[in-house]
């Protein structure tokens, strides 16, 4: 069964500097998707970047990136130029290419300091 | 576009009471998915379903929980005799078509907090 893995419970970071979130998981299947979502205290759960497991290229959405090594089966969120605005949980999802499921990591607490 | 719209936002049962939580899906949405997020933990999928069928239905549980999605109006996550336990938000995520929850992520609703008392 697949499995997702994000080892920082929480992290912090300075407004405007830089912080990278963990996320590992577990799968034999070569075919998937990689998600990072975003819940702020409304609870919403905004999709934040995703990466098709086939693509090389690391996905980019402005301010965030990842960097994803599909052979240490590895994704981390890179946040640059953190703002207030980035404070959250922030959850690593996978998903098969063929299964209609998210598997959720267990998150973790961003906080930005000023 | 209103978006995933799932109310209650807040419900508070007594145990042993019903909880029904609803979800209407974006417009032009026919597959909703049910998850479930106990406190200080990541989502977990609960059940899959188009209009009038249920496709997944395997994290659910297996007593006292049912899902529907009829063919006019919302779907509905439905708890009977609730207990503790069950206390949780709970989310619903909607998609057009099979492959965009790929392409797109699903796009979640704001969840429904069940809190049993």
């Known amino acids: 069964a697949q499995t997702v893995t994000q080892s920082q419970p929480e992290m912090s970071v300075q407004e405007a500097e830089t912080v990278t979130l963990s996320c590992t998981y577990d799968t034999s299947e070569s075919d998937y998707y990689l998600f990072w979502y975003k819940q702020p205290p409304s609870r919403q759960m905004i999709l934040v970047i995703r990466?098709?497991?086939?693509?090389?290229q690391n996905a980019t959405e402005n301010r965030f990136s990842v960097n994803f090594q599909k052979a240490a089966k590895s994704f981390s969120l890179k946040i640059s130029d953190s703002q207030l605005g980035d404070a959250a949980m922030y959850f690593c999802a996978y998903r098969g290419y063929n299964t209609d499921k998210l598997i959720f990591g267990t998150g973790t607490r961003l906080q930005v300091f000023p | 576009n209103a978006g995933v719209m799932q109310n209650p936002r807040h419900l508070v049962r007594r145990r042993g009471q019903e909880a029904r939580l609803r979800c209407s899906p974006m417009?032009?949405?026919?597959?909703v998915y049910w998850y479930r997020q106990l406190p200080e933990e990541g989502l977990k999928f609960m059940v899959y379903?188009?209009?009038?069928?249920?496709?997944?239905e395997s994290g659910m549980p297996k007593e006292r929980f049912s899902a529907e999605f009829p063919k006019e109006g919302p779907s509905i996550l439905r708890i009977q005799q609730v207990v503790r336990g069950d206390s949780a938000a709970y989310f619903c995520?909607?998609?057009?078509?099979?492959?965009?929850?790929?392409?797109?992520?699903?796009?979640f609703g704001s969840g429904t907090r069940l809190t049993v008392v």
């Open positions: 379903l188009q209009k009038e069928n249920i496709i997944d």
């Open positions: 990466q098709e497991a086939y693509k090389q």
């Open positions: 995520a909607s998609s057009r078509t099979w492959n965009d929850r790929g392409t797109y992520g699903y796009t």
């Open positions: 417009k032009g949405h026919s597959h």
